[in-house]
């Protein structure tokens, strides 16, 4: 039978973060009007660090290939709600968000690795660099209508449109209610339709 002279191992670690900082003001205006204006700051920070590493157990050599990947970048965005009540059991509400613009510096690094008969190389591979690169996402709308019907129910329609010019225009609509069958038991139910980003059918969830 064949011998297997070859021994390998693969190494990966990943460490990142994905926060957001937003500033806001809220105003009321005689309990019937309710404002908020927001700046949404986000960030990323993502590194991963892989290792492949093979050794040839008949002549003692070895070779390693080491890869960085390392993206970081901020962004910025806007946003505004608005929530009117005519009366007491009645919410009507409208929010649009800004699309966000996040610039990214993405650095790469590639170093192999080999030690053969005693003798070490290092070769720096081509894949090594900085770029630096923008994303845009989504300008989002949404409209809602929640209306409470006497104690015991509550029902909600809420209409969402998101907008890029890389991507074909996003339609969800949720629909929701819930009921108090009896003291402490309440009963939920809702209903999603969201259209594809792509030229795809659209996507049914209940």
């Given amino acids: 039978p064949a011998v297997d002279f070859t021994d390998g191992s693969l190494s990966i ?6 926060d957001q900082y937003t500033l806001s003001w809220a105003g009321n205006i005689s309990n019937q009007w309710y404002i908020g204006i927001g700046l ?17 157990k ?8 080491k890869s960085m990947f390392h993206v970081s970048g901020v962004g910025v965005s806007g946003s505004f709600g608005l929530i009117y009540r005519p009366i007491q059991a009645i919410r009507v509400g409208a929010s649009f968000q800004t ?3 996040l610039s990214l510096s993405v650095q790469t690094e590639g170093d192999m690795y ?20 923008e994303m ?19 029902i909600a329609v ?3 449109y998101a907008h890029s010019a890389e991507m074909e225009d996003v339609h969800t609509l949720r629909v929701g209610a819930e009921a108090q069958a009896t003291r402490g038991l309440f009963i939920n139910a809702g209903y999603v339709f969201e259209s594809s980003f792509t030229k795809d059918d659209p996507i049914w969830m209940l």
């Fill in 13 to 18: 670690s990943e460490t990142g973060t994905s």
């Fill in 114 to 133: 080999s030690n053969i008969a005693g003798q070490k190389y290092e070769v720096l591979t081509p894949a090594s660099g900085v770029i630096s690169t």
């Fill in 136 to 154: 845009v996402s989504p300008m989002r709308t949404s409209v809602s209508v929640a209306g409470q019907i006497g104690n015991e129910g509550l």
């Fill in 58 to 65: 008949q002549n003692s050599s070895s070779a390693e290939l």
């Fill in 158 to 160: 809420q209409y969402d």
């Fill in 99 to 101: 699309p966000t613009m």
């Fill in 40 to 56: 949404n700051i986000p960030t990323i920070n993502y590194t991963k660090h892989t290792s492949l590493r093979e050794e040839n």
